[in-house]
C-alpha cells in the first residue's frame, strides 16, 4: 500500500490480497469504464435533420476519417479511409444543420453506441454510431474539400465619399 497526496491509501497490482491469475485487482474492479469517441474528419453528405414525435430535433451525418498514407508492399501509396455515423440531439443538432455541410472539416467529441433493430422482413439490424456532445468546425465556412471558395468582390460604395472641401449643411 502507498499514501497519495491527500493521504488516502492507495492499492497497487502487488498489494492486492488474495490475487489469482485472471482475477481483477480491487483498485481494477472499482474504476469506472470510458466510452468516449473524439474524431477529427470531413463531412461526405449535408447533415439529414428531423424530428422526433416529441418535437426534439436529430441530425445525422457521416464523417470520414483517413490515416496518413502508408507505402504497401508494392511500393505504392494507400490511404484508408473510415466513415463514421454521427447523431446529434437538441441544440447541438440544431447547430450542426445550420453550419454543417459536405466536405468541411470538423472536430466531434461523443460516446460509442450499437443499436440494434428487426427491419420489415423480419431481419436483425444493427448500427454502430458516434453520439455527438461536442462538436468544433476547423474549416472556414465555404471550404469543402479542403479548398476555400474566393471572396466575393467588395460591393460598390453606395454614396460618395465625403469631401472636406463641402460646405457643411447646417
Known amino acids: 500500500m502507498g499514501n497519495c497526496q491527500s493521504g488516502q491509501k492507495v492499492l497497487y497490482d502487488h498489494d492486492a490480497v488474495g490475487f489469482s491469475p485472471g482475477a481483477y485487482p480491487t483498485w481494477r474492479r472499482a474504476m469506472a469504464s470510458v466510452n468516449k469517441a ?3 474528419g470531413r463531412l461526405g453528405a449535408d447533415p439529414e435533420k428531423r424530428y422526433t414525435a416529441s418535437g426534439m430535433p436529430v441530425v445525422t451525418f457521416r464523417l470520414a476519417t483517413s490515416a496518413p498514407p502508408r507505402t504497401n508492399r508494392e511500393g505504392q501509396r494507400e490511404e484508408k479511409t473510415e466513415w463514421h455515423r ?3 440531439w437538441g441544440k447541438l443538432a440544431e447547430i450542426c444543420d445550420q453550419y454543417l455541410s459536405k466536405g468541411r472539416l470538423v472536430y466531434i467529441e461523443g460516446r460509442i453506441q450499437t ?3 428487426e427491419d420489415r422482413d423480419g431481419n436483425r439490424r444493427w448500427t454502430t454510431e458516434i453520439v455527438a456532445s461536442h462538436m468544433q468546425m476547423l474549416s472556414p465556412a465555404g471550404a469543402e474539400q479542403g479548398r476555400v471558395e474566393e471572396e ?3 460591393l460598390p460604395p453606395t454614396e460618395p465619399p465625403m469631401d472636406p472641401d463641402d460646405d457643411i449643411p447646417f
Request: charged fraction near 15%; hydrophobic fraction near 60%.
Open 115 to 117: 443499436r440494434e433493430w
Open 152 to 154: 466575393p468582390p467588395p
Open 86 to 88: 454521427i447523431v446529434a
Open 38 to 40: 473524439i474524431l477529427v
